[in-house]
């Protein structure tokens, strides 16, 4: 059985991220109307092969994948399913090792690289993901760094920082961009980070909803601040935290909060060609019902 990419259930999963080539702007052959193509997030599990069908029967020409193996064989599979269904992979997503929580008190204890008890384990991971896309031919690693300490002082955010210096320098000398996934962090906290880290190969892969979701931004005006650095976007939907100690409520693309005509509209004013990939972090059929209806959601948008 194939899973979608589902975050949650991602949890202690070796898992790499994959890529995409600087701000989406060089994807686009040559000459072509730029367009923002649609793609969907799905983890490989162990068959790349029908993972990668499967994007390609709901009709997507991109993906981002996590892997559960780093094994050459199993780079060599993946690499042969993308040529196969003419599928672009333009990020390989890591996450873990260790237990990763997402809510608003085990979170930052767990979550990315911020916490100093996992994250020489996920530096480890994210340059064993780094080199595992290089086999495939993706060109980008992403990860959720964790709630990056809003205080620039804090001792945490200079570690953080320096954590992701060392990562997306690896990935520089695998040719590659590292993307950091909203959510858990401001916008304006993730933006001083990146300048912080200083390198020209890291970005941001921008989850609509997750700034929603953690009650830390409104995803069209996060672009004011973010819109130079993404790379990516998960195209996804939900509601504000409705108390204080829960994340918002995920939904299908429609049913939220985001203000997709609005958001793509900015996102064509900001020169963003690269992909909209679709994620939805439930699993089974409705999940996959969610995807489609999705896709036609935004066709609608993105034409
Ligand atoms: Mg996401």
Not at 163 to 178: D, E
Not at 241 to 261: H, M, S, T, Y
Request: charged fraction near 25%; aromatic fraction near 8%.
């Amino acid at each position: 059985m194939i899973r979608m990419y589902n975050r949650r259930r991602f949890v202690g999963i070796a898992a790499v991220a994959a890529a995409a080539v600087l701000p989406g702007k060089s994807q686009a052959p040559p000459g072509a109307k730029p367009a923002l193509r649609l793609g969907l997030i799905l983890g490989a599990g162990n068959d790349p092969d029908a993972a990668i069908r499967k994007v390609h029967d709901l009709g997507f020409p991109t993906c981002q994948v996590g892997v559960s193996s780093f094994a050459p064989e199993m780079a060599e599979r993946l690499r042969a399913a993308l040529g196969r269904y003419n599928i672009e992979a333009t990020s390989l997503v890591s996450g873990g090792p260790g237990p990763e929580i997402y809510d608003f008190y085990q979170g930052p204890l767990t979550i990315g690289l911020v916490p100093r008890q996992y994250r020489d384990a996920r530096i480890a991971q994210i340059k064993r993901t780094s080199d595992f896309a290089k086999l495939c031919g993706v060109p980008a690693v992403q990860t959720h760094c964790g709630f990056i300490p809003e205080n620039p002082n804090d001792p945490v955010y200079k570690e953080t920082v320096d954590a992701i210096r060392t990562v997306a320098a690896y990935c520089r000398r695998n040719g590659q961009n590292f993307r950091c996934e909203t959510g858990q962090e401001t916008p304006i906290t993730l933006f001083r980070a990146i300048k912080d880290v200083g390198l020209d190969n890291v970005g941001v892969n921008f989850d609509a909803a997750n700034l929603i979701l953690y009650g830390k931004a409104n995803p069209v005006d996060a672009l004011d601040i973010l819109g130079p650095f993404v790379q990516g976007i998960h195209a996804k939907d939900g509601l504000y935290p409705a108390n204080a100690r829960e994340l918002g409520r995920e939904v299908p693309i429609g049913q939220g909060k985001v203000d997709f005509p609005s958001f793509i509209r900015r996102l064509k004013e900001i020169g963003y060609r690269g992909p909209l990939t679709i994620e939805r972090e439930i699993s089974g059929p409705k999940q996959t019902e969610d995807v489609r209806a999705a896709k036609i959601f935004l066709e609608k948008l993105t034409g």
